[in-house]
């Protein structure tokens, strides 16, 4: 590998040919500062904050190229005053309402200006652009907050070539806008939340519904039932400091039965049933040879990315409702008759790693008799939101199990959490079913790892090919969409997952800062932790849960049958593609 010796702060330094100086000064322990960097997201070196001198000139490093030879200074009176100035002048035009910002404790440009020992803003002028738009039932953009970093605009448009969100107007009127203005609720925006995790300040947020659940826990006519992701479990402890892929499954469960959730259920119960009625329907599609490939649909923001982009498509998608969305069904059918509750009386509350779910959850699509199947969607931050609000000592809870009859979930659910999940689990199903014999090993490790597109054929023993692509990230989904639109790819089934990692690293998780993120590989931790907690299950194939059987024997009747189609399938909708 092809190394250049330099100097920085006077210490030789040998890095890889390529690396800048930002990461080469941080290799040495020197941590420059940074507010728009984003690794491979946003270098467009706009805030200055990073700046390092070299001979008479000041140059941002986060794109500065280390060179043969060069020698850096990073902490000189010249370099102190520039950064200090870069800030202060953002201070200056940002709302300083800092005490009730969402990213109170978590703001990387309260920590900048902490960290640079800014006690007063000396500058003053005119504000910008103050507007807030509420009009997404998932995303909140407030200028007054925004520092025009462009970090959320690499995120929308680089990274998901969603490209909701751009700069528009010039000078000190420029302004991160919709296309035309528009509010965000009439954009293209797909709701996943990646803008928000590259945010490094409280300018875009999810739409909160915090207070809403404290309303209908109050409420004593209200039985409020709650359901949590798979991927919760894996990254709520991070905002109590517990260590990137930590399992709270049981902690969690018992702070949210703390919280007053009269019964806690478990997501993994919906996502057994998601794979009984998606491998069904595989299967069947497979053998009539029509909407193939199979593209699965848990993933409320590549549906609506669908939607948008490739309307003609979205005959390829699934039927099958999120699993979230199959379980509240369940809730207010199966459980409520069970329970003998008025299903009107009942509210489903998700407990959610991702924004696009409270998109989702409105979907007039998904309400059958005038009612939502799922009333409130919450994100791992809302529940820690709640959990610290409750004065809970979330560490030290005692484990607590979930509740039944649809609070059990398989190994195979649990791994819907990560790129390649969905598909494995449905792999591990649909295998068995068609062969009528156990899988020797049930681990399809190629459609395991963090690489953007993977494939792999699985030979079912009736002689049928599956042609399986996994795909994580809308870019990366968009580059594959295009090669089969050209002829140049031919699957069976795909798995399409929003955000980069899975659901692991959905827009509702906690939010890790720009630099953390460089330093932890938060997407291979938590899903570390998801296949941990998939061996430490029982029942590891989603056929074999005994409460899914049941589910079918008393209730349901067939996978894909009248009354599964009535109350667990839905429809897609065509939208603008601006
Ligand atoms: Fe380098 Fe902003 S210019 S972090």
């Not at 300018?203 to 359901?227: C, F, G, H, M, T």
């Amino acid at each position: 590998m092809d190394t250049i010796k330099f100097m920085i702060d006077g210490i030789e330094a040998e890095v890889t040919k390529g690396t800048t100086v930002l990461e080469a000064a941080r290799n040495q322990g020197v941590d420059i500062p940074s507010l728009c960097y984003l690794k491979e997201i946003n270098h467009s070196s706009s805030c200055r904050v990073c700046v390092v001198e070299v001979g008479p000139r000041l140059i941002a490093s986060c794109t500065l190229i280390a060179e043969e030879g060069m020698k850096i200074q990073t902490n000189t009176q010249k370099v102190r005053d520039a950064r200090r100035a870069s800030v202060e002048l953002l201070l200056s035009d940002h709302n300083q309402e800092c005490l009730s910002c969402s990213r109170s404790g978590g703001c990387e440009l309260q920590d900048v200006s902490s960290n640079l020992n800014i006690r007063k803003v000396t500058y003053t002028g005119e504000k910008s652009s103050q507007e807030k738009d509420y009009t997404s039932p998932a995303i909140v953009r407030d200028a007054s907050k925004c520092i025009l970093c462009g970090r959320c605009v690499g995120a929308c448009g680089t990274m998901q070539t969603v490209g909701a969100i751009s700069f528009a107007k010039r000078g000190f009127d420029t302004v991160i806008s919709t296309a035309f203005g528009r509010p965000l609720a009439e954009s293209t925006c797909v709701n996943c939340g990646q803008c928000i995790m590259a945010c490094p300040v409280g300018a875009l947020s999810e739409r909160e519904n915090i207070d809403d659940v404290w309303d209908d826990l109050a409420d004593p006519a209200k039985y409020v039932v709650v359901q949590t992701a798979p991927a919760v479990r894996v990254a709520l402890g991070e905002e109590f400091g517990l260590p990137v892929g930590t399992r709270v499954t049981g902690k969690m469960v018992a702070a949210l039965r703390k919280l007053g959730f009269d019964k806690v259920f478990d997501a993994n119960f919906g996502a057994d049933l998601t794979i009984m009625e998606e491998g069904t329907e595989l299967l069947s599609r497979l053998g009539s040879g029509e909407n193939l490939p199979l593209m699965t649909s848990c993933c409320p923001g590549w549906v609506k990315f669908m939607e948008h982009n490739f309307p003609d498509r979205l005959g390829n998608l699934s039927t099958c409702k999120s699993p979230h969305e199959m379980e509240g069904s369940m809730v207010k059918s199966f459980f409520a008759k069970k329970a003998g509750i008025d299903p009107k009386n009942i509210v489903v509350v998700s407990i959610m790693p991702c924004t696009a779910k409270k998109y989702e959850g409105a979907r007039e699509e998904l309400s059958r008799e005038g009612l939502q199947d799922v009333d409130w969607v919450l994100t791992t931050r809302e529940l820690a939101a709640m959990i610290k609000e409750a004065g809970l000592d979330f560490v030290n809870l005692k484990d607590e199990a979930f509740d039944n009859p649809i609070g059990k979930g398989s190994g195979a659910a649990v791994i819907f959490g990560a790129t390649g999940g969905v598909a494995e689990a449905a792999l591990r199903t649909v295998f068995e079913i068609t062969s009528g014999k156990a899988l020797d090993t049930i681990e399809y490790t190629a459609v395991r790892g963090m690489e953007g597109i993977k494939e792999t054929v699985i030979d079912l023993p009736t002689g049928q090919r599956i042609r399986t692509a996994v795909v994580h990230g809308l870019g990366n989904a968009r580059k594959l969409m295009e090669a089969m639109e050209r002829g140049d790819k031919t699957y069976d089934f795909m798995e399409v997952m929003a955000c980069p990692g899975g659901c692991i690293t959905g827009g509702g998780q906690p939010i890790v800062d720009a630099g953390t993120s460089e330093r932890i590989d938060i997407k291979a931790e938590r899903a570390k932790a998801i296949y941990t907690e998939d061996e430490a299950q029982t029942v590891r194939k989603s056929h074999n849960n005994p409460y899914i059987k049941a589910l079918y024997e008393e209730f349901l009747g067939e996978p894909n049958g009248h009354l599964a189609h009535e109350l667990l399938h839905t429809h897609y909708i065509k939208r603008s593609k601006v």
